[in-house]
């Protein structure tokens, strides 16, 4: 699997910014299939930071109710990976204004 297609897109939220100021930990929509060597390799590639840990979490899909009718539709689930890197280091783009 390329690297690319490892690493899905960033999740910001309130507390993963927290986690971004505090800790040094990032938070990624990561690939089911992927395991936490390739996510840890991956991200050292990418983005040129020395990783400490990774953490996973397989987050199932939620039901809503959709249409006119109401009817229940399941979204899918995905699994998120919070990555702690090196002190000192940063990844672009995560930057916190104000």
Sequence with gaps: MELT???????????????????????FQVDKRVTKSQIKKAVELLFGVHVVGVKTVNIPGQTQRVGRTRRLVKLPGFKKAVIEIKKGE?????????
């Design 90 to 98: 940063k990844i672009e783009g995560f930057e916190v204004g104000g």
């Design 5 to 27: 297609q490892i690493i899905k897109k960033p999740i910001i939220t309130e507390k993963s910014t927290h986690l971004v100021t505090e800790e040094n930990r990032y938070t």
